[in-house]
């Protein structure tokens, strides 16, 4: 086996992928472990996503550049940190190297993958070809520039309503369903209304399909209820216990034979582990995420840690932990520090969760907050607790003094500066195709003539 390469100033070197919440929360805390170690950033994109606020890109509420920001600008205070824009297309755990798209191969001491998830059409017909997900930056930007196409396709020849041009379609009734939802419908009933006079605005549909017979399963049944109310009053139609059998670009077909004429589905319903873990060879649980023991290393691989969506880290129930931004930040930093114990000779701890609690947002002054002592809020607390929260996480001042300014603008004058159709190229299907470009390492020959570095 050949020796792993060290950095040219002799510290040990991890190499991390992926710029998500995992990525960055790895970064920040290896930037800071002692004894010092360099670090190398892969991340496909050269911008880290804030994914909770995609849903109000995608509904003209704030810009691409209020949710994305360059991973270059995140990290260059950390003088041992070098980004590499790159996307990782496998591991050789033997040589220890990890290999890219663009043929390069990066040695590492250890590693840390934080490639995320991706979204799980669970081989629905037609899903694949005829939904928009909403996980990326072009998913949103695409979903935003359909829908002010159709309200402008109807507003030329109003045969389309019946056709399904105003009608929305949205799977999953979980919170990125449910935020989806209410969104949609205000963009509709409060601001695409104004613009559209000549069109009749409560032909615009938004049916919410749940399969089970409760939105937010997460939570408490008095949160589900409240999310069910606020929908249901403002006029979303939430249909629960209905699940989707086929979506063609015209229609969707319901398991009960319900035939509901749309061309816009957005997929809302479900993720699994980014493709990446599919070509690793390394064990896999549930929904394709990467088996890791308590100290979230690799069994086996103890130089290899796993974080995030991608990894299937227990619950301490039984269970995996849910895919959400909280269990990713802890499990990085903690990744982090057992590589710094690692380093210091001392051993490795478990990692523990500490459930900071669950929040959703439904709409203006509605959302439901969960705290782990059991306190419930919903209404107005909740949504300010919310709005708080998540303005506080979003990367970089310019950015949330941004976010925050359209928020209140949209507030006070149901305005959403953002309604702007932007081509985004190439199609859905092609992007995704082209997007987490799992497996396909490079060929022998490119990676021969590419250096390893550092
Ligand atoms: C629409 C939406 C709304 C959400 N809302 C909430 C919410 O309100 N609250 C909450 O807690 N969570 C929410 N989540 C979930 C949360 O965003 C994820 O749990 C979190 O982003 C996971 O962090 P991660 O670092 O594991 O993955 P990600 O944040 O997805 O980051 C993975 C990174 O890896 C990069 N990458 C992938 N493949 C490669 C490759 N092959 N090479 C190089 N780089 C690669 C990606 O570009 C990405 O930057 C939401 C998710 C979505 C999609």
Known sequence: MRKPRRSRNGSPHVVVVGAGFAGLAAV????????????????????????????????????PADIAHPVRGIVRRHRRTSVRMATVSG???????????????????????????????????????????????????????????????????????????????????GPTGVEMAGALHELFKHVLVHDFPDLDINQARVVLLEATDH??????????????????????????????????????????????????????????????????????????????????????RPEVFVV?????????????????????????????????????????????YKDKGIMATIGRNAAVTELPSGARFKGVVAWYLWLALHLAYIIGFRSRVAVLVNWIWSYLTYDRHARIIVAVEPTRRAARAGQPSAGAAPSPAASRDRPVVP
């Open 308 to 352: 995030g969506d991608l990894a299937g880290a227990g619950d301490g129930k039984g269970g995996l932990l849910p895919q959400v931004a909280q269990p990713a930040i802890q499990e990085a930093r903690h990744a982090a520090l057992n590589i710094e114990r690692t380093l210091k000779g001392e051993p490795r701890t478990g990692f523990e």
């Open 91 to 173: 591991v050789d755990f033997d040589t220890r190297e990890v290999l890219t798209e663009e043929g390069r191969r990066f040695g590492y001491d250890y590693l840390v993958l934080a490639a995320g998830a991706t979204t799980a059409t669970f081989g629905i017909p037609g899903v694949e070809e005829h939904s928009f997900p909403l996980k990326s930056m072009p998913d949103a930007l695409r979903l935003r520039a359909h829908l002010l196409r159709q309200f402008e396709l109807a507003e030329n020849d109003p045969a389309e309503i019946a056709k399904g041009a105003l009608t929305v379609v949205v799977v999953g009734g």
């Open 28 to 63: 920040k805390t290896l930037a800071k472990v002692k004894p010092p170690v360099r670090v190398t950033l892969l991340e496909q994109h050269n911008y880290h996503l804030f994914q909770p606020l995609l849903y109000q890109l995608a509904t003209g509420l704030v810009q």
């Open 215 to 300: 939105l937010l399963a997460p939570f408490h049944p008095s949160s589900r209820q409240h999310a069910l109310e606020i929908l249901a009053k403002r006029g979303v139609e939430v249909r629960l216990g209905q699940a989707l059998e086929q979506a063609t670009p015209d229609e969707v077909r319901l398991k009960d034979g319900t035939v509901i004429p749309t061309r816009t589905l957005v997929w809302g319903a479900g993720v699994r582990a980014h493709p990446l873990a599919d070509v690793l060879g390394l064990e896999q649980t549930r929904g394709g995420r990467i088996v890791v023991g308590d100290g979230l290393s690799v069994p086996g």
